[in-house]
């Protein structure tokens, strides 16, 4: 749970509101309905996509979303498994009255275990999470090339490489929207040359 948690917070707090939702969802619908865990969820799911329709000046949608995320966190305790619960539903109460209010503001950027999660606050295994959670909803990105990244960065790790490319350049992807598209193609390049290298030893000793 707390890995999610992060994973979805860091992705949250890059900018990335639509595809937060993402790092949340198969866990949530794995939930009990009505508990503490399901309701945190539940509530973050909606704040996130609550301050998704600010963005696009969808009124009626981020008002009606910030009232029902509210009334799902109403239910979890303000500091409920160490995440900013309290900060979060005062905002969606202000959303909820004022909908062009997340226009004045900025949303709540979302803590765990009392820090703002960013994308270099991640260890190796989150940010693969958080690199596939942003692929998936970008059309941009081929999902393949971020999976086989995640896969080079742990061997660099795993093999204790001075270098880890791989490794950087994801931390980059999730935390950096802005200059995002050039790190994917950057990333693009290194795996095609490592799935190339691959390809030519296959096969070798069968």
Do not use: C, K
Request: aromatic share 8%; charged share 30%.
């Amino acid at each position: 749970m707390e890995r999610s948690l992060r994973v979805g917070a860091a992705v949250f707090n890059a900018g990335d509101h639509h595809a937060a939702h993402d790092a949340w969802e198969d866990e949530w619908l794995s939930l009990d309905e009505g508990t503490a865990d399901e309701r945190l969820l539940h509530g973050l799911i909606q704040y996130t996509a609550a301050v998704y329709h600010v963005g696009n000046r969808n009124w009626s949608g981020a008002q009606g979303l910030a009232t029902s995320a509210g009334a799902y966190l109403d239910e979890v305790a303000s500091d409920y498994r160490a995440v900013n619960v309290g900060g979060v539903r005062g905002y969606l109460g202000r959303l909820a009255a004022d909908p062009e209010f997340g226009e004045r503001a900025p949303p709540v950027p979302l803590r765990v275990n009392g820090s703002v999660v960013r994308a270099a606050d991640l260890s190796v295994e989150e940010v693969a999470d958080a690199a596939a959670v942003v692929a998936e909803d970008y059309e941009a990105f081929d999902e393949s090339v971020l999976a086989d990244a995640a896969r080079y960065a742990r061997e660099e790790v795993e093999s204790g490489e001075s270098t880890t490319r791989f490794v950087a350049l994801l931390f980059e992807f999730v935390g950096g929207r802005e200059r995002r598209g050039l790190v994917y193609q950057r990333l693009g390049e290194h795996v095609g040359r490592r799935r190339g290298r691959e390809a030519d030893v296959s096969g070798l000793f069968e």
